[in-house]
Antibody, heavy 125, light 107 residues
């Protein structure tokens, strides 16, 4: 079965760039049909969809972070990545990678499944 | 953005109880509604997709219903492992959004 694993620094300084990678195992990221997704959860709070990317490289972002976020995909490594620039303390969160099926037109009848275990990123000097 | 509002925010049922959690969307989302369970320190676990379809491996005591703006997650015969936080999420219109969560706490 497909498994996802986040990796990256757990501590980022304010104004710098947060960079995370999600490694996919048990399936090919370029097999199609899925949008590879980043979601975050602020400490003790709810969940926020950051955006997703298709294996073709087409990406869609939440307007709340659109000016600061870039997602990319490396099919040769079966990985996809998140970059968030100009971070502040408000970007401190647990970041999850996951996938969703059938979201070609911005809608999906599927939920996010499976999920990585999550990685806590703290923004602090 | 479509706002998702869950009620109640918290609940203190007993083992064996039947629990109902409601999720209301700020506009119609047809049946593009998913439910997740999250235990402390863990990633969310998908339970229900498309409002009423059970994810593979999820016990049949979980069920979902609704369409349009009003949705319900029901847990029959609550088990100790069901004490967790539950989130609804709409996948109808970008940006996809989640409810604020409903926490089930042991009475």
């Amino acid at each position: 079965q497909v498994q996802l694993q986040e990796s990256g620094p757990g501590l980022v300084k304010p104004s710098q760039t947060l960079s995370l990678t999600c490694t996919v195992s048990g399936g090919s990221i370029s097999s199609g049909g899925y949008h590879w997704t980043w979601i975050r959860q602020h400490p003790g709070k709810g969940l926020e969809w950051i955006g997703y990317i298709y294996y073709s490289g087409n990406a869609y972002y939440n307007p709340s972070v659109k000016s600061r976020v870039t997602m990319s995909i490396d099919t040769s490594k079966n990985q996809f990545s998140l970059k968030l620039t100009s971070v502040t303390a408000a970007d401190t969160a647990v970041y999850y990678c996951t996938r969703v099926a059938g979201a070609m037109y911005g809608r999906s009848r599927s939920g996010f499944d499976p999920w990585g275990q999550g990685i806590l990123v703290t923004v602090s000097s | 953005d479509i706002q998702m509002t869950q009620s109640p925010s918290s609940l203190s049922p007993s083992v064996g109880d039947r629990v109902t959690i409601t999720c209301r969307a700020s506009q119609s989302i047809s049946m593009y509604l998913n439910w997740y369970q999250q235990r402390p320190g863990k990633a969310p676990k998908p339970l229900i997709y498309a409002a009423s379809s059970l994810q593979s491996g999820v016990p049949s005591r979980f069920s979902g219903s609704g369409s349009g703006t009003d949705f319900t997650l029901t847990i029959n015969s609550l088990q100790p492992e069901d004490f967790a936080t539950y989130y609804c999420q709409q996948s109808y219109s970008s940006p996809w959004t989640f409810g604020q969560g409903t926490k089930l706490e042991i009475k």
